[in-house]
């Protein structure tokens, strides 16, 4: 019935990095190493992490007829990613400007180029991919409205994936779509708004359910990931897999109640943190599709996001599953 493990809806951008001793404060100008230019954007990082992993993996975007678009076709297409929902032209492709510190710590600046041209019609367009896909995740490098069109056009019984990245407030319409919402602090925040987020990361997630998703994934860097779902009372009595391996808490109503867990990670010494949280995104996301329990799936990503910090760059620091399997 489906073709893909996973359709990845999003941004594909040439990724312009320069290595800094530190962060130019305003009005500084710092002298930084030699530029290197890489494949990325977080559709495409998306994409080629999981066809990486050996998931089945197409990817919805758009590109630029130009040398960057080229990069990006063949990076994907090296991956084992189907690129027949690519499309080429109406703008130049995107660009990330990135500087990393010693620390492999990073500060991102996007044009989205083509990106910005991604349409609802793009993805009405494409709707046997839609309709072949067990999974389908997206970030916000493209246009808002192209994220509920994608939610709108969902096959019966089809899993929705969000990585609100840049943040910006979303419509109910997506948030109640979302299994899961993944978001770090930053972008927790800025979707509940600071003075409603909370203190602790188990704050932030039973808030976002409480918003409408039906899961929340929250990353939390080196110290792992934490998971948070509902549970009602059936699911409870019926549920003998003793999974209390986190803080099962706070009715919300209705029987209902927010379980959530702790999912360490693997310590590791960091070089780049360029599209860890991608990684993490789409080894989830096909975790899920696998039949994976959302709390197992994340145990998988957080081992391949610290697998991916572990090199520069982005897609080329992406690992294999053999090499998850070794970390």
Known sequence: MYDYDLLVVGSANADLVIGVERRPAAGETVLGGDLAVHPGGKGANQAVAAARLGAATALLARVGDDGHGRLLLDSLRTAGVDT????????????????????????????????????????????????????????????????????????????????????????????????????????????????????????????????GPRSVVVTLGAEGALVAETRTETERRTDESGAGVGVGVGAVGGGVEVEVTRVASVRVDAVDTTGAGDAFTAALAWRLGTGATLAEAAGYAVRVGAAAVTRRGAQESFPTGAEVEAL
Do not use: M, Y
């Open 84 to 211: 027949a929902g690519v499309l080429v032209g109406g703008a130049p492709t995107g660009v990330a400007l990135i500087t990393v510190d010693p620390s492999g710590d990073n500060s991102i600046v996007v044009s989205p180029g083509a990106n910005g041209r991604l349409t609802p019609e793009d993805v009405r367009a494409a709707d046997g991919l839609l309709r072949t896909s067990r999974v389908v995740s997206t970030q916000l490098e493209i246009p808002l409205e192209t994220v509920v069109g994608v939610v709108r056009s969902l096959p019966e019984g089809g899993r929705f994936v969000l990585n609100p990245s840049p943040p910006r407030p979303l419509p109910g319409e997506v948030l109640a779509a979302c299994d899961p919402l993944i978001v770090n602090e930053h972008e927790a925040k800025v979707i509940l708004g600071d003075s409603a987020a909370g203190d602790t990361p188990e704050d932030w997630a039973r808030r976002l359910l409480a918003e």
